[in-house]
Every structure is written in structure tokens, then in C-alpha cells.
């Protein structure tokens, strides 16, 4: 053990316990103040393992650093700090307690040097992030959080039964690479795919991708700013250290970049818009992880960081809009720009970044991934990337702000929110640029040295066309994207309609089958009853009552009988 | 005559916004003549490549989404008018 003994997590953990027993004052400091204690904690984290512990018969790794987790750590305290200003003047407070154990238990997971502490603090993200939807308070948010509680409870039994394997096979509980053991074969890779399922759950890819567009859009407006940052964001880090370089994940990737493009471009409620959006860029992280080179690992891990603040200013702008209109539905919105001028500026900031314009922290960051391809001659991913890099701009960058600040007036005069939302999303909205003007300040802080210069005269031009030809695109098929009022089945149609559908005809089965045999079973039954009434009830001959002369006159037969057989 | 609305939504700014528009277009195309844009593969080495790229490809996700949408898409009370929506609330 060393100098700071203690894990930085479970500072959050704590004073998210121990926040409704303040004032509004108090909750003020913890909620902005406790944040910034766990990133001076968390610099000071030593590389190599700093804290553990023995249970049972293993020793547990609480606290192991190295850059890459420091550079996570640094982005989740920066998230919790802004998403709990955002929060302040609307949330609930336990809501504000739930981010922070929240937030604190994915902090938790990042310095995991072992398996069973990283699950811990897996499971606690659970609890803390269903307790943010829930403080919602309305009947759609409980519904919702009750099928993502399902879903990552079944995610929590997935890694568990794959850390089980895992140490069944190896007798280790440390967390590391595990990429070449999915090809072990026995034991050893079943635990390896299962975790690898387990993390991918939490990531969002497919086929359950779809808990996260069903979910947190239901949260309340700063509820869904926190959790677009944590469960999606651990579960690149984990997937980072534990499977960079699994070719499957480029593909997966892939998918969830153009599945998120799609079904944005769908879809009518814009923070289910933006929670599609989620899915497409943590498809870039995955693919990069995937590629798994230094200069595409460093791109996801870029990523990641400029990706939480841009989504988290994103979601902002939109929960900005709903918290004062009470309206989340691009065909009900419009022209909030004449009233809400600042609200439209950051949003289109983070829209500006998540499209990777130059100058924003997107075109800093993600142009490392398709680097990482393209350094690989990886053809079609490199084109698949730069397609998705357009598709970005069409579905998040131009639609979001469009219909919610622009197209037409919709009549509604809305004020800008109150202050302390104003100031979360002025903060993003400068950091966005700050750190797309000078990439360095993110680039020395990435897990390896950085090799890349992004503000070339070819790349920035090559990019510009991209971008802006995709917003031709979006202009001229305007028509072709009239906003209706509908929502796009996905898989989780399997669980909500199919599900309970097979369940109640198997139900329907069961009890029918059962009533056939409990009939069948009960008539033989009956039968036999009235067979045996037959020669024994209280008419039949066995119950008649005999005269002794009777008796005496069969006993004489039977000894008669019994003397012929004697000597015949 | 006095116009009350936002200047975004006047006629004559709209148009003088669509002007700005393809110039600003325009000139992303006319700027590979400063900086040379080199492809990356071979075929990808002509002039304006990446703007045909993303606008091409950018047509071809909406028509995509537009035909999926046939297929998924459906009222917005889709779920809520079915009884496996039916539980307690909090």
C-alpha cells in the first residue's frame, strides 16, 4: 500500500449515501465538491496495484492504476461534477444520490485490479443507474427501468458465470487481456466469451442494444445527461483492457455505428434520437478497440472522453428543452431558437463535435480510429467509417438541432433554463472547442504516446467535403424525413411483445395440459373407488353378515376339502 | 413594412441562407485545389471524391432507413395499448 490508500470510487459512493442528510446548501458542495476530491484522489493513484485486500482465499486488487484508467477517471469526475450542476435546480435528491453512487461505482470499476471487485462495482452501476431512471417518478420511467434492471441483471449473471470459468480454468482473478484466450478452447475461453458478452451487454451492442433507446429517454432531463456518460463508457474501458484486438468487435462495431445512424433517422423523440446516437459512437470505440493498435486503442480511448462531454452537452440542450416545454417530440418542437438562443448555441456546439467538424473534439479524436484502420489497409472499415462519419452529421449533427431549434415555428416561446443548467452547458460547450483548438492537452494525457497529427491541410478539407455534401443530402431529402408519430420496433419487441405473448400461450399450455391429466387422473381414480366399493362397500357381498351356521358349515367343507387333497 | 418574425424564418433571409449555403459548399470543393487531397487507395484519388462520397452516402442511408422504416416502424402507442404494459406503478 502506498500513499493514498483508498479507493477513489468509493468517494462518490459514499457521499451519494450520505447526501440527504444535508441541506440544500451542503448538497450543493458535496454534489460539486466531491467530484473534484476523487480527481485529485485519482492522480494521485500510483501505477501497479495500490489497495487490496484478502477474501476467502484471494487476494483482491481494490485500486490499480495506470493511464488509461486515470484518463477515464478523469472524465467521469468531470462528468459527474457537470451532470451534478445540470442536475441541481431540477433533480430530486435521490436522484442527485443515485448519480453519485452511480457515478462512484463506475469510477470503481476503472481502477478494478480483479475480477470480483470489478463485478462489485458492476453490479452497484446497475443499481445506482436504475435508481436514476426511476427518480423520474412517472409510471413509463418505472416500467422502463424495471426492463433495464432485467437486462442488465441477466448482463450481471452473464459476466459472473464467465468470471467463474474464468477462475475455474486459470485460478487467476486478475483483469487483463483475455483476446488470446478466446481461442483457447475449454473452459478457459467459455469464461472468456462470457465476460466478453457480459461487457458487450453494457456497451450496447447487438442483438440487446436496444435497452438503452427504451430506457433512458424515460429518465427525467438531467437523469438521461448521467447515464449517457457511465455504463456505456466502463464497458469501453473494460473491453480496452480485456479485448483489444478481437477482429469480432471491429464488425460489431460496425454494426452499432450504422444501426445507430438508422434508426436516428427514424425516430420522432429527440432523446431517443440522441440515445441511438449513444450506440453509433460507442460503434466507433468498439470498432477501434477491435483494430486494436496503439493509434486506434488511443483514438477509442479519445474517443470516449471527447464523446461523454459532447453527448453529455447534447443531451443537456435537449434536457434545457424539456424541462422548460415539457416536450420531447421533433414533430411537436420547432423554432426554440428565437427564445432559447443559448440552449440552441450548445447544442449545436455538441453537434458540431459529434459530427467531428475541425476545430471540435470530435475531428480530434475520432479521426484517430479511422487512422487506425487506415494504417492497417483495412479498406472497408476505413470507408465504412468515413460513410458513418457523414451519417453522424445527418442523424445527430443536423437533425437534432434542426427540428428541435429550427424548421417550423412550432409557437412555443420558451425561456432559457435556469441558471445552473445555463452554466453545466457553457462549460461543455467551451471544453468541446477547447479541446478540438489543442488537441495536446487531451493527447498527453491518452494511455500511449500519440503520433498523429490531425489539423493537416488534405484531412481538414477531405472532412469539410464530407461533412458538409451529407448536409446537402439532409437538405435535399428533407422530404423524405417527415417527422411522424411513431417509434421503430427493435429487438427489444422480442421481450416486450413476443416475450409475453409465448409466455402467456405457454401459460394458456400448461394449465390446459394439466387440466386434461388432473381429469384423466381423477376419473381413473373414481373408477377404481367404485370397483373396490363394489366388493367391499356396505352392499356388496364382502360386507354382508354371516350366521354362525354359515361359518360352521364353510369351515366343514374347507377341512372336508383339505382331506381329500391330503391323501388323494 | 414592419416584420415581427425572427429573421430567420423572413423570405429573403432564407434565400440569402441557401446562397450562403452552396457557396460555402462550393468553396469546401474548390479548396483541394490549396490543399492537395491525396485517396488513400488508388481509386480514391479524383477531385471532390469525398464530397460525392458523402453525399452518395448519406442518400443511401435515409432511402435505407425509409424502406426499414415500412418494416419497424409503428404508432407511437405501439406498447401501450397491450396489457403486458400493464403493472404497478413505483
Known sequence: MSGFAFPPGLILLFGGLVLPFFDSNGRRIIVLGLPLVTLWALWGVPDGPSVTARLLEYEIVLVEGDRLSRLFGTIFTLMAAAGGLFALSSARTVELCASMVYAGASIGVIFAGDLITLFVFWELMAVGSTLVLWSAGTVTAYRASMRYLSIHLLGGVVLMAGIAAWVAATGEIQFGSMTGALSAGGLKAAGAWLILAGFLLNAGAPPLSAWLPDAYPEASPSGMVTLSAFTTKTAVYVLIVGFAGTELLIWLGLYMVFYGIVYALLENDMRRILAYSIVNQVGFMVTGIGIGTVMSLNGSAAHAFTHIIYKALLLMSAGAVLHMTGRRKCSDLGGLIQTMPLTATCGIVGALAISSFPLTSGFISKSMISQGALDQHLTFVWFALAAASAGVFLHAGIKFPWFVFFQKDSGLRPAEPPMGMRVAMVIFAALCIILGVAPGMLYQILPAPVDYVPYTGEHVVAQLQLLLFSGLAFFALLPLMKRTLTISLDWDWCYRRLGPVLARALGSFILSADRIFRDAFLSLLRRGLEEVRAYYGPDSIAAQTWTTAAMVLCAVIALGLYLILLYA | ?90
Not at chain 2, 414592419?2 to 479548396?31: M, T
Open chain 2, 1 to 90: 413594412m414592419n416584420d415581427h418574425r425572427h429573421w430567420l424564418y423572413r423570405p429573403e433571409n432564407i434565400r440569402r441562407l441557401w446562397r450562403w449555403g452552396f457557396g460555402i459548399l462550393a468553396a469546401s470543393v474548390l479548396a483541394q485545389l490549396v490543399f492537395e487531397v491525396y485517396g488513400h487507395f488508388g481509386f480514391d484519388d479524383w477531385f471532390g471524391f469525398n464530397a460525392v462520397y458523402g453525399f452518395l452516402t448519406c442518400t443511401a442511408m435515409v432511402l435505407f432507413a425509409k424502406l426499414l422504416g415500412v418494416l419497424v416502424k409503428r404508432d407511437d402507442s405501439y406498447y401501450q395499448d397491450n396489457s403486458e404494459e400493464s403493472g404497478g406503478g413505483p
